[in-house]
């Protein structure tokens, strides 16, 4: 079972090059699943479909959540998939059972208002509130994902050209930047990174007060700090900008295949939740607004 497992997880890594969390939650569901097979004394090659479909019944029946179920269930059929790959299965005993059904909720996002709200917050007094402006300005004006923010490196940057590069999954895109981004951005290269890093090797574009790279865990800190001091009753992740930046785009007439190569998503199905997010918000400010509705 643990060869296998390890197996599994050099194919996530290697050959699907998977962000970090990825590979985390992937091996949690397919442990949590080997193990209950175990329990039963069934191995992970002689597991039928039977056998998936009665896990997956008994997650439901343990209070998990709709989406639990349904990734665990897609965590299982990427397991079986590697070893059909890899020519320890002739067959994936997970394909064909369905997962239970999720109702996809509309990603929160900040109005115009909001987000200038949040951004002003960080205050340019000292190197950490310049260094706190330019991250969060980055990341509204990208749309990209905390994971590739904290990844970033100094070469990523071309500010002459007003572009960023970023790489996920093996892929290069390049995102253009806004103005007030691009200032944030050279005030805080040529003034303050200087001043923190701890080494000149130092290749991390954002750091902390000690000198070296941003964590996910400090940025998300920083996130509800300003949050908190703005005022703003939305809960605010780091994924809330992120939303915001595609939103946003949508509203002002961007087309989905454009702002899908900015975020990096590999379906347009993942993009077109905001269309849905745009027409929800249409919908209530008619029912609002509209003296008959």
Known sequence: MLELLSVYEDFL????????????????????????????????????????????????????SPATVTRSVASIKSLYACLINKG??????????????????????????????????????????????AMLELLYATGIRV???????????????????????????????????????????????PQLVDSIDETALFVNMNGERMSRQGFWKLIKYYQEKAGIQKDITPHTLRHSFAAHLLENGADLHSIQEMLGHADISSTQIYSKLINQKLKDVYKKAHPRA
């Not at 109005?111 to 000292?126: A, H, S």
């Open 13 to 64: 890594k290697i050959e699907k090059q998977a962000s970090a969390n990825t590979v985390s939650s992937y091996l949690r569901d397919v442990h949590q699943f080997a193990e209950a097979m175990d329990g039963r004394g069934v191995t992970l090659t002689q597991v039928m479909t039977r056998d998936v479909e009665e896990y997956a019944n008994s997650l439901i029946k343990r209070g998990k």
């Open 88 to 133: 320890y299965m002739d067959q994936n005993p997970a394909k064909g059972v369905s997962p239970a059904k999720v109702e996809r909720k509309l990603p929160q996002v900040l109005t115009g208002k909001e987000v200038e709200l949040f951004l002003e917050q960080p205050e340019c007094t000292d190197l950490k509130g310049y260094r706190d402006r």
């Open 147 to 193: 994971s590739e923010l904290i990844e970033l490196d100094v070469d990523d940057l071309n500010l002459p050209g007003g572009v960023l590069k970023c790489y996920s999954k093996g892929k290069e895109r390049v995102i253009p930047l806004y103005p007030a981004a691009i200032r944030a951005l050279s005030e805080y290269i040529t003034n303050i990174r």
